[in-house]
C-alpha cells in the first residue's frame, strides 16, 4: 500500500539541492550536494536531473527556458526514512541572463523514479554581470544614462544569438538634465552576448523624433561592438562613438 501511495505522490522521496553560494556570474561554476530522503516506501531513483531554468516573454506571456541541463545518470534505491547526499558541479553558462529588473534565474532539481510523481527542489539564484558586462553598465552611465528595465524576450528568428529562444534585453533612458546626447535621444536598448574571450554588445538607439518618425519606426538606429576587456573608460570611448553615429 505504501509503495502505491508513493507512486501518486504521498510519502514519496524528497529531494533539496544546497549550493556552496546562491550568487553567480556567467563564465563560472557553483557546487552543489543533492540531498535525497527516502519515504514511506523503498523507491528506484533512475537519475538526477538539474536543469538552469529561466523565463522569457512572449506575446502570448511568458514561457520558462531551459538555459543548461545536468543529469547525474547513476540510479540509486532509497529506502524508507534514508538520506543520500550526492556532490556535483553546475556550470553557469555565458548564456545565463543577468538577474536584473524582472529577470529570475533558478536551478531546478528532479528525482526520475519510474512510476511515481518525480520529487522537484527549486533554488533561485542572483546571476551577476560578468566585469566586461559591468564596465558596459558603468560606461551608459557615465554618458548621462540611467538604467530602467530588463527582461527576457523571445527572439524567434535568432536577430542576436543561436541555439536558444531568448535574449535579453537592456533599456537605458537618457537624462535630460545634462550631457552630449541632449535633446536627440529617449533611451537606448542593449543586448549582450558574452563569451570567454570577449563581450558583443547589440545597440539600439531609441532617436527623439516626431509621431511620423515613430511610426515609420525611423527614429531606431542598430549597431555593435565588440568589447574585450574590462576598462570602464574604453568602454565609454567605444560606446559614445557607436550612439553617436546613429544619434
Not at 545597440?203 to 509621431?211: A, I, K, Q, T
Amino acid at each position: 500500500m505504501k509503495k502505491v501511495l508513493a507512486s501518486i505522490g504521498v510519502g514519496n522521496a524528497t529531494v533539496d539541492t544546497v549550493l556552496a553560494s546562491t550568487t553567480v556570474e556567467p563564465g563560472t561554476s557553483v557546487d552543489a550536494e543533492i540531498h535525497t530522503e527516502g519515504g514511506s516506501a523503498e523507491q528506484t531513483v533512475e537519475s538526477i536531473e538539474l536543469e538552469l531554468e529561466t523565463r522569457y516573454a512572449t506575446e502570448d506571456g511568458y514561457e520558462e527556458a531551459t538555459v543548461d541541463r545536468l543529469r547525474l545518470s547513476d540510479g540509486f534505491t532509497v529506502e524508507p526514512g534514508q538520506r543520500d547526499v550526492r556532490s556535483t558541479t553546475i556550470e553557469i553558462p555565458y548564456a545565463t541572463p543577468v538577474t536584473l529588473g524582472r529577470v529570475d534565474v533558478w536551478v531546478e532539481t528532479e528525482l526520475d523514479i519510474p512510476m511515481a510523481v518525480d520529487p522537484e527542489d527549486r533554488d533561485p539564484l542572483e546571476v551577476r554581470p560578468t566585469p566586461r558586462m559591468q564596465a558596459v553598465f558603468d560606461a551608459m552611465e557615465a554618458l548621462g544614462f540611467s538604467f530602467r528595465s530588463a527582461e527576457c524576450e523571445a527572439d524567434p528568428y535568432g536577430r542576436y544569438a543561436t541555439g536558444r529562444p531568448f535574449v535579453q534585453e537592456f533599456e537605458f533612458e537618457f537624462d535630460p538634465s545634462g550631457g552630449s546626447f541632449v535633446g536627440r535621444l529617449d533611451e537606448v536598448e542593449l543586448v549582450c552576448h558574452p563569451s570567454a574571450e570577449e563581450l558583443t554588445v547589440f545597440v539600439e538607439v531609441d532617436r527623439r523624433g516626431g509621431l511620423l518618425s515613430e511610426l515609420a519606426d525611423t527614429d531606431e538606429r542598430k549597431t555593435s561592438l565588440t568589447v574585450s576587456d574590462a576598462d570602464a573608460a574604453t568602454v565609454r570611448r567605444r560606446l559614445e562613438d557607436a550612439i553617436e553615429r546613429h544619434a
